[in-house]
């Protein structure tokens, strides 16, 4: 990944009690190690509580809320996974406006696992090539995604993964494509 710096970028991580704990630190880990600035943004403020599988993981600080947050302080997007953390995010009004502006503003957006919940929500999955986890495919196949069970799917900025397996991949067309920039088909 050290051929892709991305030094100097401001990358939100948009998460909510319930994330699996994995999809978040490491994603966060490697965007600090390629020189990026990364960004917890909650519908709360405080802590938040962070899952390993069933068990609860540590506790996280926010550091914006999203109802304060405005894509164009952003450089990228990032959307850890967690069932609990997926289905409460979908339904926040914020979490689906603040999700939607990246891809009105033509940024990278990378989802884990439930994360393409969100992105289903916020109506910016039509003709996209993603993946998720398996369970999601039938939502994202109705929402008008193209999924594939792969590892990695990296559609014009918007990057997938199906779970913590995956995350070596993910994290490298993560950083990938926040060094790449603005993609004109990363369209809402």
Known sequence: MA????AGKKVAFLLTDGVEQIELT?????VKEAGGQPTLVAPKSGKLQGFEGT??????????TVAEANAGDFDALVLPGGVVNADHLRVDK????FTRSFFEQHKPVASICHGPWLLIEAGVVRGRNVTSYHTLQTDLKNAGANWTDEEVVVDQGLVTSRNPDDLPAFNSKLVEEISEGQHAGQTA
């Open 26 to 30: 490491s994603p966060w880990q490697a």
């Open 94 to 97: 914020d979490a689906q406006a």
């Open 3 to 6: 051929e892709n710096s991305i």
């Open 55 to 64: 068990e609860k993981g540590d506790t996280f600080d926010v550091d914006l």
